[in-house]
T-cell receptor, first 111, second 115 residues
Framework: TQLLEQSPQFLSIQEGENLTVYCNSS?????LQWYRQEPGEGPVLLVT?????EVKKLKRLTFQFGDARKDSSLHITAAQPGDTGLYLC???????????FGTGTRLKVLA | DAGITQSPRHKVTETGTPVTLRCHQT?????MYWYRQDPGHGLRLIHY???????DKGEVSDGYSVSRSKTEDFLLTLESATSSQTSVYFC??????????????FGPGTRLTVL
């Protein structure tokens, strides 16, 4: 069974701080996605990475796919209260139709 | 926002009763998915559909069945609900199965409690 472990599970920081969330697996993925979910809503896609070593930036968010395509990280610079939410990574294996979701990181940014 | 609705949004039922959750989309997307979300487990795929009357099992399909008689509707049925099926259920849709464009759009979720 493929597993995606995210760390930390919970993170509470002050506005303006930087943070990194990790997504790790022993499996190789052909692509990996990051979603953000707010309370009472479904997840919303932030980014998809497909190439080992790829780095993508979305405003203050930086996403990196590991060289071996087994892990990924999400770095947030100068966190804001609006970044509060549950962050989920999801990996897909080549030739499959479905994504395996990680366990999630719940982020709270305090004003 | 993608046009996905789920009904009911909340439901409380008793062990042993049948329950049907409905997912309705207005996007005419081919693929539809049912997930459950539990603390510590993230999202787990229950069943998915790749067309009308075409469905397949996900990683946690035991105790669940699905049906898709129209492109826009995907039903999830718990034949005899158990307390372990207490969860939040999400429906998702996707236009293309091809990577890396398989962005899934999620519905608002249904919170199911089985007493």
């Amino acid at each position: 069974t493929q597993l995606l472990e995210q760390s930390p599970q919970f993170l509470s920081i002050q506005e303006g701080e930087n943070l990194t969330v990790y997504c790790n697996s022993s499996s190789v993925f052909s692509s990996l996605q990051w979603y953000r979910q707010e309370p009472g809503e479904g997840p919303v896609l932030l980014v998809t990475v497909v190439t080992g070593g790829e780095v993508k930036k979305l405003k203050r968010l930086t996403f990196q796919f590991g060289d071996a395509r087994k892990d990924s990280s999400l770095h947030i610079t100068a966190a804001q209260p609006g970044d509060t939410g549950l962050y989920l990574c999801a990996g897909a294996t080549s030739g499959t139709y479905k994504y395996i979701f990680g366990t999630g990181t719940r982020l709270k940014v305090l004003a | 926002d993608a046009g996905i609705t789920q009904s009911p949004r909340h439901k409380v039922t008793e062990t042993g009763t049948p329950v049907t959750l409905r997912c309705h989309q207005t996007e005419n997307h081919r693929y539809m998915y049912w997930y459950r979300q539990d603390p510590g487990h993230g999202l787990r795929l229950i069943h998915y559909s790749y067309g009308v009357k075409d469905t397949d099992k996900g990683e946690v399909s035991d105790g669940y069945s699905v049906s898709r008689s129209k492109t826009e509707d995907f039903l999830l049925t718990l034949e005899s609900a158990t307390s372990s099926q207490t969860s939040v259920y999400f429906c998702a849709i996707s236009e293309s199965q091809g990577e890396p464009y398989n962005e899934q759009f999620f519905g608002p979720g249904t919170r199911l409690t089985v007493l």
